[in-house]
Structures are given as C-alpha cells and as structure tokens.
C-alpha cells in the first residue's frame, strides 16, 4: 500500500536548513575552538579538555529532561517548534562569548568563563534546538520515504556548511583583524547568519496534528482491518489498553525506564556518539595540516574531500534505501568499505602522500553517507518500535540521543584532543613539535578514525529495528 505523503519540496528544504544553523554553531566549535583558546587566548589544552568533561556531567541530565519537556509541550506552534525556536538565540550569544574570553583576565578568571559559556551552550539552549529539531522529523511527517529524505537533504546542509566553515574561517579571521579581535568578529557573523536560518527553518514547516500521528501506519491499515474482523476481542482489547496507557501522564523516570529498556535506542545512542566522536578527531586535523602537512589551510582541501563525496552519497541515499528495502543492508556495507578506505589513509599520511590520503578520505566519507542521511529515519523507527511496544508515543525524549550524541561525541572529542596534546607535550605557536607531540598527531588523525570507524561497524551490523518492527508486525496482524 502506497504511503500518504505529508511534505512539499519547499518543506524538505526548509527543515533541512535548519542543519545550516546547528553547523554554524558545530562546525565552529568542534574545528576552531581549540586552537582559538590554546593559540590566542593563551589557555593549557589539557586543562580545558578536563573542564569540557566535566561539562558534561551537565550534559548528561539535560538531554532527557528537554526530551520530555518538548513530549509534555502545547502551544500554537506545536510541541518540537517552541524549543527550536527560542533557545537558538542562547546558541548565538554564547556562541560570541565563547569566542570573545576576555584577554586582560587571569587564567582563573579565564577558565571559568570558559566553563560558564560552555556549559550555558552545550547544556542548555544547543540541547533544547538540537533535540527538538530532531525530533520534527517524525512530528511533521509518518511517511519513511520522506523520512529518509528530509535526513539526506538535513545532512548536504551540514555537510556543506562544515565545508564553508572549515575552508573560509582561517582566511576570514585575517580579513577581520586577526587575533582575538578577528575570532570574534567571525564568531558574530556566524551567529546572526545561524539565527537567521534557523528562525526560517522554524517556520517552513508545521507539526502534524496528535490524532493523524497516533493512527495506524498506513502501510499496516489493510493489516489491522483483518486482524480487527478475524480477531475482535483481541482487537478490542489491544485498543483499550492501549488508550489507557496513553492516557497517562509520563514522567521522566517513566520516559527514562522506556528508553533504557528499548535496546535499539541503546545502539543508536551508541552510533551518534561514535559518528560524532569521529567528526571531531577530524575537525582537529587542523593541528595535523600545520604541524606535519606544514600547512595550516589544508584543512580546507580535506573538507572538500569529505563533504563533497558525502553530499554526493546523501543525494542518493533515498534512491538506494527504497532500492534495498530497507537501511540496513546499505549502512552496515558501506562502513565495512569506510574502514578499508581509512586504513589505507593511515597508509597514505605515513608516506606523506596527500593525494592518497585525499582520495581515500573521500572513498571514506562517500560510503559513510547513507547512514548519516538515514540516521534521523532509524530513531523514527525506533521511536515507532517503542509505540508499538509499549503503546507510549515520546518522540522528544527518543530524539535526545541525537543531542545526546552531537554533545557527547563532539565534546569527548574536542576535550580528548586537549588532553592528547596536552600528553604529547604540545607547545603552543612553536614552529616544530617534539616528536613526542608528531606521534600523538599521528595517532589523533590516522589511527583513531580508523579505530571508531571499526566500533560503529560491529554497533551497525546489531542495529536490526526494521526487522523488528517487520516481526511485531506479522505477529500481532496474523
């Protein structure tokens, strides 16, 4: 039975814009941040990886919290709406300050300040438009296909914007003055231009009314039809419990009890933060560039040669998931492929070969892409395996791994470079490293990858919800 479809083009490329606006905001951080507080505001990499860590004991309580705060939400824009809205305009604030740490200070007094827009940032009001943004990919629409693409079409924005951001910044900053004034001066264009596009994003899309997403699945109506004539008090039954547990008001412990005990959303979670762990090690390439590459702007040349390969898989990624069936054959082939294609750029970065290392940077990151253009497709799935489950709809709270993961890997890989340079005696602005300080280099950007690119391909070959929905399926329709 072919699928209601809920979204126009215009839609799509709306809501896939608002990635434009997380980008700005991670690109920047998870690239500059870094070399912007060791190099210009003078601070020790090691320490400031630990107070990231600790940041994220913060991080831990609010990603679930937020969830059920969009679950439990009624207002004129809908439930995910609100929380995307509004708090980018924290994003953006904190975003200038994080970049603007105050030159005359003592170090105390800059690393608290550190730690204080940090935390407001990731913790508060990037977990809040992060998770609520994910979350409208199954408010908006109950059609997979379109699923699939608003996640493909969502990830060329990202993408593309990391590749902006990673190519132009290094450059801007100079045209802005350089030094501290330079960095801030960047960091208020990024921010008015993420504010921007996420205000549009907000509101190029709307939020399906409760009743159109509490109905069957329409390709499971037929089904249910026969199984409510050939089985009806069984039917009935199922109906009534189901009506009475979605009376209930859930609370977090509730909510939290949900998602632990759904193990695909355990995996999922699992997948985020080692996808997002992996994005920063690379993002820190920019100590690779200048300290063995001997150039600093070829961060740009190997953005282009992950994102424009991604942006190419993402396009056709809806066209491959509806060819196989299903996510799950293309996502777990295609990272086999990117460990192979890694391994052979650790071969490349010890022969100092960088048109090897390019080539087979962009073989990596094509195969990878399906499964970051399907990867918002798969927590709807999940989320539909926990309502078919449980009979309990919470799309907010089942999305907080995404925030949960975008903040967790992110920030673990930003901090575990701190403390990796911190360990390789890493001195700030000197023309040649120790060679102490070369092999932890080497190890940051050639081996570890390759490492998470290993951890996410034996997480992928368990991910198997599709299958599970398929089975509840002919299970409870026979």
Known sequence: ???KKYLKWYNKIGYGSGDIAGNVVYAFLSTFMMIYLTDTAGLNAGIVG??????????????????SLI??????????????????????????????VPTGWGDVAKYAYFFITYTLLNAVFY???????SALTALITRNGNERVQMGSIRFIFAFGTSLLIQSITVKAVDWCGGGAEGWRTVAIIYAIAGLIVNTISVFSVKELPEKELKKENPADEEAAKFSSEAYPDFELADKENRTKDESKKYTLLDSARVLISNKYYILICGIYIL????????SMGIYYMTYILGNADLIGTFSLAINIPMICGLLI???????????????????????AARVLVMVGGYMQNIPMMLI???VAAFAMSPMQ???NALIAACSDYTYRTTGKRIDGTMYSCSSLGVKIGGGIGTALTGWLLAAGGYIANADIQPDSCINMLNFMYLWLPMILNVIITVLLSRLTVEKANEDWDNTHNK
Do not use: H
């Open 71 to 100: 679950d439990k939400t009624k207002s004129r824009l809908g439930k995910a709406r609100p929380w995307m809205l509004y708090p980018y305009i924290g994003c953006s604030f904190m975003l200038i300050a994080i970049f603007a």
């Open 1 to 3: 039975m072919t699928e």
């Open 360 to 362: 087979f940077t962009g």
């Open 50 to 67: 630990t107070l990231m860590m600790v940041s994220k004991i913060f991080d831990g309580f609010t990603d679930i919290i937020f969830g």
């Open 317 to 339: 990624t809806p066209f491959l998931v509806k060819k196989l069936k299903g996510m799950y054959k293309l996502n777990l082939t295609g990272y086999i492929i990117s460990v």
């Open 373 to 375: 253009g399907d990867l």
């Open 275 to 282: 996808t997002q762990l992996f994005s920063a090690t690379l």
């Open 127 to 133: 977990t809040a438009n992060n998770i609520a943004y």
